[in-house]
Each structure stands twice: as structure tokens, then as C-alpha cells.
């Protein structure tokens, strides 16, 4: 597939890092595409370790109010449930598991942080809600504690989404 180091960031240091990152359609486009691939893949360790590295990004990229709107309608939303429905019948340690449910979380929550357009994205987007639901039956305190503040971020001023996390 290879090497995804020059696109995934582990960490932006400015704020105009993050909105570079994210308004730029080749490089979204790209890490949209390498999520496609892993999603219709067999998920082995390697996989999953650089998809939870591109959601991270996509999730500090998130924290920008004006990257918000790109990424929310990047298509990145759809691996919602295509990532966070199957890690437990892949196979791979419990720890890589975890990482990417607390990244798709971090992402989710920081999209949706005083944007409502992103709220109403996820709520169209077909599983994504009860995924994230689900999430909050994990184990894991830092999974548990991300899961609860994404759906707070999701359901925040907004009775539709409030209604679906409530009969999920």
C-alpha cells in the first residue's frame, strides 16, 4: 500500500497545520482511499495500526473549526461502523482494538464540537450511531470516557440525534 508516513501526522504543532491538512482534497482523498482498502480488506495488526494513525489525524485535524466542514464530507464518516463493528472478529490484540475505537471517537467528538452540520452527517450516516452506542459497553476506561464525550459532542442541541442515541 505503501508508505503512509508522509501523509499521517501523529501530531499537528499549529493551528494552520491542521487546516492545511485538512482542506487539502489530494491528501484527505488519499487517506480516504487507504481507509477504503483496509475496510475491504482482512484486517490483520499492520492495517489496523495505520488506520488508527489516520483517524488520529483526521481527529487532531478536527479540533480546527474550519476543517470541520471537509472532513465531515469527505466520505470519512462511512468507515464509522465499517471500522468499529468488525474489530472484534479480526483477530488482533486487544490494545490495537482499543486505539482505534478511542481515535474513530476522537474524531467523531472533535467533528462535532459546535458543528452542526457534521451532527447531522453522522446521523445519515447509516450504523454510525448505534456503532458509536455500542462503544460504550467496552471495558476500557479510555474508550468508555471517549465514547462519552463524542456522543455528547454528537447529540448536543440536536433532538433527531439525541432520539437515535437513545433507541440504539
Given amino acids: 500500500m505503501g508508505d503512509l508516513s508522509p501523509l499521517v ?17 489530494d491528501v484527505v482523498n488519499s487517506l480516504i482511499g ?8 482482512e484486517k490483520d495488526e499492520i492495517s489496523l495500526i495505520w488506520s488508527a494513525l489516520i483517524f488520529k489525524s483526521f481527529a487532531e485535524a ?7 466542514q471537509p472532513l465531515a464530507e469527505s466520505g470519512v464518516l462511512k468507515f464509522i461502523p465499517l471500522f468499529l463493528d468488525n474489530l472484534n472478529d479480526c483477530g488482533v490484540k486487544h490494545s490495537i482494538k482499543n486505539e ?22 453522522i446521523l445519515e450516516t447509516e450504523g454510525a450511531i448505534r456503532s458509536l452506542v455500542d462503544c460504550l459497553d467496552s471495558s476500557d476506561i479510555s474508550v468508555l470516557s471517549k465514547a462519552c464525550g463524542s456522543l455528547l459532542n454528537l447529540s448536543m442541541d440536536n433532538e433527531p440525534v439525541q432520539s437515535s442515541i437513545l433507541t440504539h
Fill in 9 to 25: 501526522s501523529n501530531t499537528f504543532n499549529l493551528h494552520s497545520e491542521r487546516e492545511e491538512f485538512a482542506t487539502s482534497e
Fill in 34 to 41: 487507504k481507509l477504503e482498502f483496509y475496510s475491504t480488506n
Fill in 62 to 68: 478536527a479540533k480546527i473549526e474550519n476543517a470541520r
Fill in 100 to 121: 482505534i475505537q478511542e481515535q474513530v471517537l476522537r474524531m467523531v467528538a472533535n467533528l462535532c464540537y459546535n458543528h452542526e452540520q457534521s451532527r447531522d452527517l
